[in-house]
């Protein structure tokens, strides 16, 4: 059939056995389209056990920057006999199936209307290597130099890239690019190459990195001043606790000594991992943990201890699918309530909601100073899809005249010189937020004694009702402070009146944009967004959504955890904030979200008159 020639602008996919050592070539596959210069999204979809189950690769190659999941799949590599009935219904029409064909595909499993393009990878390796593990490795090697063939990419920028890969490694350079070669010529061999989808060469990315949302974190807690941290493994969290070890060797060594200027320690649990940073932080240190869904509901009870003494903490929340263990190697918003609310009683944390690695590099170090500022847990909200999936990210900019921010600390010249009583939850300015002390300041003043239970302004035992009224008001007046203090909401306003409005948040963002753009373009729909960065929500949150009559709320949850936030914050009317829901565990597309808005506008737009709001 004849097809327009397409460039730069599909997804492809990518079918495995987890364990076969096929996420190496995976990934050369799509930093080389990176390094041509051509704007890439993959994501990771793999499963919760070591090796056997199928995982699945998706890269989304877009030479005009959307960068959210945009939903279908127009080449399918499909190297798992377990899976391929399922991957090959996953193509859309007019797409390619790329197989490796040294067994015949059954009959039942061809379709008409995609071109299905078998390539014999195990014969050809079994030709040339005795080995089976290398059969294995190498295989997966050669079905990336048959996608290079197919889509008429520059052979150099792969040899490039393995010659990168393994510096040092000398002698697995020559192996791996006649692997790449080899599958590139079988490919040229066997079928009329390029294809109708092609990579060509742009200059679209810049100065932009690749990198994941948990290095970006873990290099933020490095920047944000943390030098102590305490963590319980859980996926998908491990790697931001892994990533601040290797920059912590990097940058927190002595030069003189080779002394360490920094701890990490593994706790046996997350109830431990909370308690070491709670009284770390205590001390004066900067100290956080990492965790995900579970663990977060271990550490309610010290979330609500630090809470109530003030005591400053940070927590960086890579979230998974819920509840329980749920699937712990899928992506969802799902503890946006419960980090909100952490702990029984009236509780209200700081939340942070990033949406890019370089939010989470600067959100995770604006954490330190707001919990300190504060005086109180910070919770950073990432989750699984930003965490452990490579993000294209502007690179991070640190000035190095920054100053940390301590909050309010009294020191021993203060101390010395007050003739007043001290009182740790004396509010001196009115603002909510009291003056501290790090232990051992003066030899006389400054002491008090921290607790979780109800107390005075001069930390105090008491049960006296309007003690603890008062104390809980200022607690809410240090939070109305708060909230001028986190980071404004980011609101994109349309060229002409609108009445309807999109909130988002964290990883919603890529394809709620995405959506947004081709309602335009394609629906002449205009809409406004804003992105919401924070908890607590500043005065513009409140005003976005009073200007709208209606406004969808675009989250990856089933209980519309941001709507419900909202209505609890402001009690807006409940049929004015409209849920968009994703929660399959996958990535939330920008098809699914222009879709979900194009059709309840035009099923609620019953008159011209009405319709005009919208359009």
């Not at 014999?120 to 294995?136: A, G, I, N, S």
């Not at 990490?264 to 965790?291: C, H, K, P, Y």
């Not at 964290?506 to 002449?524: I, P, R, V």
Request: glycine share 8%.
């Amino acid at each position: 059939m004849k097809r327009d020639i397409i460039i730069n602008k599909f997804v492809i996919k990518f079918a495995n056995v987890n364990g076969t050592g096929s996420a190496s070539a995976n990934k050369l596959f799509s930093r080389a389209v990176f390094r041509m210069g051509v704007p890439i999204s993959p994501k990771n979809i793999f499963p919760s056990n070591i090796q056997g189950l199928p995982t699945w690769y998706e890269v989304r190659i877009n030479e005009n920057g959307f960068l959210g999941r945009r939903g279908g799949i127009d080449i399918m590599v499909g190297m798992n006999p377990q899976s391929m009935e399922r991957d090959l219904k996953e193509v859309e029409k007019g797409g390619y199936f790329v197989y490796d064909s040294t067994k015949p595909l059954p009959p039942e499993l061809r379709r008409d209307d995609i071109d299905i393009l078998g390539v014999p990878l195990t014969d050809k390796c079994r030709e040339m290597y005795d080995d089976p593990r290398q059969r294995q490795l190498f295989r997966n090697i050669m079905y990336v130099g048959v996608l290079a063939a197919l889509f008429d990419m520059e052979l150099d920028v792969f040899k490039q890239l393995i010659t990168d890969q393994f510096k040092g490694k000398e002698k697995l350079i020559a192996p791996n690019v006649l692997a790449v070669e080899t599958g590139y010529n079988l490919a040229r061999e066997l079928h009329d190459c390029p294809i109708a989808y092609r990579i060509e060469r742009r200059d679209n990315v810049g100065n932009k990195i690749l990198i994941d949302g948990n290095e970006a974190c873990g290099l933020g807690a490095v920047y944000g001043g943390a030098t102590v941290s305490a963590w319980y493994p859980i996926t998908p969290s491990t790697s931001v606790i892994d990533n601040y070890a290797r920059y912590c060797r990097k940058f927190r060594m002595d030069p003189e000594t080779g002394d360490k200027n920094y701890a990490i320690v593994q706790a046996e649990d997350e109830l431990a991992a909370i308690g070491m940073v709670i009284g770390a932080s205590w001390n004066g240190a900067r100290a956080f943990t990492a965790t995900s869904g579970p663990g977060l509901s271990l550490m309610n009870e010290f979330l609500g201890l630090a809470y109530f003494a003030e005591i400053p903490s940070v927590l960086i929340d890579v979230q998974r699918s819920g509840p329980s263990t749920g699937m712990p190697t899928r992506t969802q918003q799902s503890d946006v309530l419960p980090a909100a609310y952490a702990s029984h009683g009236d509780t209200k944390h700081i939340c942070l909601y990033p949406s890019t690695p370089k939010e989470c590099f600067e959100y995770t170090a604006m954490a330190f100073d707001l919990a300190e500022r504060f005086q109180t847990p910070v919770i950073v909200l990432s989750d699984l899809d930003l965490g452990m999936n490579d993000n294209m990210s502007e690179p991070f900019e640190w000035d190095d005249a920054k100053m940390y921010d301590r909050g309010k600390v009294y020191t021993a010249e203060d101390l010395e010189n007050m003739s007043e009583r001290y009182g740790r939850y004396l509010d001196v300015d009115g603002d909510g937020v009291t003056y501290r002390t790090y232990p051992g300041t003066h030899p006389t003043k400054g002491a008090f004694f921290t607790r979780g239970t109800s107390k005075d302004e001069y930390a105090i035992y008491t049960e006296n009702g309007e003690k603890y009224i008062e104390n809980m008001n200022r607690l809410e007046r240090k939070w109305q402070t708060a909230s001028t203090y986190v980071p404004k909401p980011i609101i994109r306003k349309t060229d002409k009146p609108c009445t309807v409005g999109v909130v988002h948040y964290g990883t919603s963002e890529a394809s709620t944009l995405e959506a947004l753009h081709h309602l335009n373009s394609l629906h002449g729909i205009s809409l406004d967004s804003m992105g919401i960065q924070a908890f607590p929500f500043s005065d513009e949150v409140g005003q976005f959504i009073e200007e709208h009559e209606y406004v969808f709320v675009v989250e990856q949850n089933r209980d519309s955890q941001m709507r419900t936030l909202l209505i609890n914050e402001y009690e807006f009317d409940p049929e004015r904030l409209v849920p968009l829901l994703h929660y399959d565990g996958s990535p939330i597309t920008a098809r699914y979200i222009r879709h979900e808005i194009r059709d309840w506008i035009l099923q609620t737009t019953t008159s011209p008159r009405r319709r005009s709001r919208f359009y």
